[in-house]
């Protein structure tokens, strides 16, 4: 069958309506058409004439003709026995224009479907399908539109849900906004099981998280054993920081639903190690997260927030070589990495550095033991380091960022300052910030610390008391209420009086 990119077509063709019309003892006369299409004899226009000309008048078996042909897919004979039913009509057939409509469907012609549909409501404003199927194929066309064809079957049946068709087609039209306002207006608890779904679905899509698990639980105290719902409720829970509630859906879709309703994908394994993750239980987070990567993706960028997130987890662990090995899949993954991105495997290279620092006093160690672990931290660093230069000349933009974090690593290497090792960056930095008009509290943030490394480094190292003061007094006109610096500026400037 022709692929139609309009919708499904089972969907569309389900709850073929027909209108009133005479009956005139033609059952038997339908059931026989049914089987004549079924024995596909040779001459089956020949004998479809006989019934023409016997049910000429009666437009409600010549629909019904045409809807048995439909469902063999032989569509040429269902529009015949369309066109034999609005002349029997004189045009006024609802149900003939609406198995026009159904056979423009199959032909992927939306328009002349959403046209027929239109005729079929002119003849019979009370046709509920209609409205959902011309609302159906016209969301392509004008999603609007669709909604306002919908709006008009509220006026004319204000008994009807409307709402509920409203929020299906915005939803499958990708109107998330406007699907969820038509839900809201439905009370959580009359809502249908796909309502519940969908509704859902545009909640979390749209981060309105809180919101999301009170309608998908809402929808699991009616529907407790339907997969989707809990799936949504599993990645509600774990974005609202619900932890132990998530683990429990994650749970019961892994384990406690039927198996032949559980499709599990690497996302489910994502939110249910994010959640374990999220209540400190790291070890079996990884589990899941090496368990979501087993998953064969025709494109591996898929992999990528699994791996993120598996970082997070050994971060937590306090692991950091495996933190920045998983993170480095993360970046080598993600289709557009960011200056962010990439700042956060500086971020863990640093962290990583840091957790090397040496206990002097701790007596189970050995010179020798010290000064290998201290060498460890001194080649963390420097990879820390190296980690910033790539991130400047990957990003420029970030410049002032990435000079500030090696004056920082540099400055944890050089800790005595007798190296000047950070001077340099910490000086450049200030060139760059200086250069701006207006800074945000960051960029301030950079220019104090920058400072202040060489108000130190001057007064310490250089032993040059004027210098010191110069940058003391840069700090002031950032910090002007600070009390500490006003100090330092005060004994400064009496030292090289």
């Known amino acids: 069958m022709k692929q139609i ?3 499904f077509v089972s969907a569309l063709l389900m709850g073929f309506s027909t209108a009133a019309l005479a009956q005139d003892g033609t059952a038997a006369d339908i059931a026989a058409v049914k089987n004549l299409i079924k024995s596909k004899p040779a001459d089956l226009s020949k004998q479809m004439n006989n019934f023409y000309k016997k049910n000429k008048k009666n437009a409600d078996n010549l629909v019904a003709f045409g809807q048995a042909f439909l469902e063999v897919q032989d569509t040429a004979n269902a529009a015949i026995a369309a066109q034999k039913a609005i002349e029997a009509t004189k045009g006024k057939c609802a ?17 002349k479907a959403a046209q027929n549909y239109e005729m079929a409501i002119l003849n019979d404003r009370n046709l509920v399908e209609a409205y959902r199927k011309y609302a159906t194929i016209y969301r392509k066309i004008d999603p609007e539109g669709a909604v306002a064809k919908l709006e008009e079957l509220r006026q004319v049946r204000p008994d009807y849900p409307v709402d509920g068709l409203i929020g299906h087609i915005s939803y499958i039209s990708q109107r998330y906004s406007t699907a969820m306002d038509a839900f809201s207006r439905i009370p959580l608890d009359q809502l249908r099981k796909n309502d519940y779904i969908e509704y859902g679905f545009c909640c979390y899509l749209a981060k309105k998280y809180e919101k999301g698990l009170e309608v998908v639980t809402t929808g699991l105290q009616k529907f407790p054993q339907d997969a989707t719902l809990t799936r949504l409720a599993l990645f509600c829970g774990t974005e609202t920081g619900k932890f132990q509630d998530a683990i429990g859906y994650a749970d019961a879709l892994f384990n406690k639903l039927p198996k032949d309703s559980v499709n599990l994908s690497e996302l489910d394994y994502l939110n249910y190690g994010n959640a374990l993750s999220g209540n400190k239980q790291f070890e079996e987070a990884i589990k899941q997260y090496q368990e979501g990567l087993k998953f064969e993706l025709d494109d591996p960028s898929g992999h990528a927030n699994t791996y993120a997130a598996m970082s997070e987890a050994y971060k937590g662990l306090e692991d950091y070589p495996n933190a920045i090995e998983t993170y480095k899949k993360y970046l080598d993954l993600s289709k557009e990495v960011s200056a962010n991105d990439y700042a956060g495997l500086g971020t ?34 420097k990879n820390a380091d190296q980690i910033y230069v790539d991130l400047i000349e990957k990003f420029p933009s970030v410049k002032a960022y ?10 944890n290497i050089d800790a005595d300052m007798s ?11 200030i060139s760059l910030l200086n250069e701006q008009e207006e800074l945000d509290a960051q960029g301030k943030r950079y220019l104090e610390t920058s400072y202040r490394y060489l108000m130190s480094y001057n007064y310490q190292v250089k032993k040059d008391n004027k210098a010191a003061l110069e940058c003391a007094q840069k700090i002031l006109e950032i910090k002007p209420e600070d009390e500490g610096i006003k100090q330092v500026v005060e004994t400064l400037s009496k030292s090289v009086k």
């Open 419 to 429: 190296q000047g090792l950070a001077k340099p960056f910490f000086e450049e930095v």
């Open 402 to 411: 990435g000079l500030y974090q090696r004056g920082m690593v540099n400055s």
């Open 95 to 111: 149900n003939a224009y609406m198995l026009l409509g159904d056979i423009a469907v199959l032909a992927d012609n939306g328009g």
């Open 348 to 381: 863990l290279a640093m962290r990583y550095a840091r957790s090397l620092a040496v206990d002097e006093t701790n007596t189970a160690l050995t010179d020798a033991d010290k000064a290998a672990q201290k060498q460890a931290q001194l080649d963390a660093f």
């Open 5 to 7: 990119k309009y919708l």
